[in-house]
């Protein structure tokens, strides 16, 4: 959990959203947020519900993963060129 000028964050993965919205897990989705003192210590846990915080929150894009068949790219590093745009 860290503080951010006008209030917290904490991040939260594509995955752990799209459970917390699914059917069979909706209803007992909590967020357990640890809050710090100002030397770092732990000083209070609390217990969110997921439905009751997401309308009070920003949900902003943080990362994404990339993954991919490093095979697809040996033919072009191997004759040192460049493969071609795929056309859209």
């Keep these: 959990m860290a503080k951010v000028c006008d209030g917290h964050r904490f991040f939260l993965s594509d995955n752990e959203?799209?459970?917390?919205?699914?059917?069979?897990?909706?209803?007992?989705?909590?967020?357990?947020l640890?809050?710090?003192?100002?030397?770092?210590?732990?000083a209070e846990l609390v217990a969110i519900f997921a439905d009751k915080l997401y309308p009070k929150a920003e949900m902003l894009p943080s990362s994404y993963?990339?993954?991919?068949?490093?095979?697809?790219?040996?033919?072009a590093r191997k004759a040192n060129v460049l493969p071609e745009k795929p056309e859209e």
Excluded: A
Excluded at 65 to 72: L, N, Q, T
């Design 65 to 75: 993963e990339i993954r991919f068949d490093r095979k697809d790219f040996e033919k």
């Design 34 to 42: 640890v809050f710090f003192d100002g030397s770092r210590n732990p």
């Design 17 to 32: 959203h799209q459970t917390s919205l699914s059917p069979e897990h909706k209803d007992g989705y909590y967020f357990y």
